[in-house]
């Protein structure tokens, strides 16, 4: 080998191993190197450009032991820290992954139909995006009055609450409400105009991260989905795809079943306050259906709610409105979601309460949304994994 910068140096160079666009010129003084780039010219071939794989290491030498142990400790450690400092953009990561495997059925369904995917995930984000914004346009205007309606009236609620001959105020005293507002409201950092104003930012800049990710999720899906199989080993892989797209269509179905059911109460609910002169309907409509996507406690937050600003109708309408919330929560329990989710999601009761206290405690509103589809997923990998194992052990 001879040092030279001439083009036709460096082609014959890289022939014999060394990238001619990597440390030229090449010369004698790389010594061994030299030889591996001479026997990395003879492996690469035009199938496998960059070699075959090599032989593997020896697991049980102890420098390789200590190695993968002080190695392990490392890597965990700086991935709790890496998910301590990312919390939360993992978060909406996760998140825009979940609503990306909800609107996948609607996404395959068109494909099926012989649609291009890309045309079929153009169809699906285009028509939700015209749905929620003319949902916007639409319910924006009287949103805005309801709540400036509701500023103004403050006040008199206010006083209503510190008023014990009232029924709001006989309520605050026995459930302490305006303790449980002012908490509410101090620990979301939302005291003072100034801290409304960073919440509302955020809350905005959130969501339109959000919306970007979970379209980029939904066009690369069947991408992501490769790559996550070809992390299984091969012998695995076969078993890993079937449960896996089993997990996956739970998923979606969960979502897209969860977003009817809570349409349909936001819905009853606006037919039912209009019906009866309640104020703020469309306002407590959204609130219903938005609250009632969190499982278990978000549709008894939200009767709640409902209920007390009937009740500064009138007692009866107050009452009246009690009954609708429990009625509704009977047949939302125990005929819409076994009828709409329940074909995707086979969750017992008792799992169901347990994963969504534990999805609160842990990432709050978020956990408490996604933990039905976790507990599904964690059972389905239980009852096709974990105990036939257990039971053959």
């Known amino acids: 080998m001879t040092s030279s910068s001439d083009p036709a140096d460096e082609t014959e160079s890289a022939a014999d191993g060394h990238h001619e666009l990597v440390s030229q010129p090449h010369t004698d003084d790389e010594g061994t190197v030299a030889e591996a780039e001479a026997e990395a010219a003879e492996i690469s071939t035009p199938h496998q450009p960059l070699g075959p794989l090599g032989k593997r290491l020896d697991r049980r030498s102890p420098f390789l032991v200590g190695m993968a142990a002080a190695a392990g400790v490392a890597v965990t450690y700086g991935l709790i820290q890496l998910v301590i400092g990312a919390q939360e953009i993992l978060i909406l990561l996760g998140l825009a992954l979940f609503l990306a495997i909800g609107l996948e059925p609607a996404v395959s369904w068109l494909v099926g139909r012989r649609l291009p995917r890309w045309l079929a995930v153009t169809t699906v984000v285009t028509v939700a995006l015209v749905a929620v914004g003319g949902f916007l346009t639409a319910a924006i205007p009287v949103l805005v009055d309801q709540a400036t309606a509701l500023v103004t009236a403050a006040p008199e609620y206010f006083r209503q609450v510190q008023d014990h001959s009232t029924i709001l105020g006989q309520l605050n005293e026995r459930l302490r409400l305006q303790q449980l507002v002012e908490t509410a409201f101090s620990g979301a950092g939302l005291t003072g105009v100034l801290g409304a104003g960073k919440a509302v930012f955020n809350a905005v800049t ?23 199989y070809r992390l299984i080993p091969r012998s695995r892989r076969p078993r890993a795809v079937l449960i896996g797209d089993e997990i996956f269509a739970k998923v979606g179905g969960y979502v897209l079943g969860n977003l009817a059911v809570s349409a349909i ?25 938005v609250l009632d996507l969190i499982p278990i406690v978000g549709s008894t937050v939200a009767g709640v709610l409902v209920s007390l600003v009937a009740f500064t109708v009138s ?24 009828k709409i989710i329940g074909s995707a999601v086979k969750v ?5 309460i347990v994963a969504v206290l534990l999805g609160g405690t842990l990432l709050g509103i978020i956990g408490a949304l996604v933990a039905i589809p976790v507990a599904a997923a964690v059972l389905l990998l239980a009852e096709e ?9």
Do not use: K, M, Q
């Open 315 to 338: 007692p009866p309408v107050g009452l009246a409105t009690v009954g609708f919330v429990v009625v509704y929560r009977l047949l939302e329990d125990y005929l819409l979601i076994p």
């Open 265 to 289: 109460a936001g819905l009853l609910t606006l037919i039912w306050l209009l019906s009866f002169g309640v104020p703020y309907a469309v306002l407590l409509a959204i609130t219903v259906a």
């Open 206 to 228: 959130n969501v339109l991260i959000l919306v970007v990710l979970t379209i980029y999720f939904v066009a690369d899906l069947p991408r992501f989905r490769t790559a996550l």
């Open 385 to 393: 994994v974990l105990f036939p194992r257990l039971d053959t052990a």
């Open 348 to 352: 017992p009761a008792l799992v169901t």
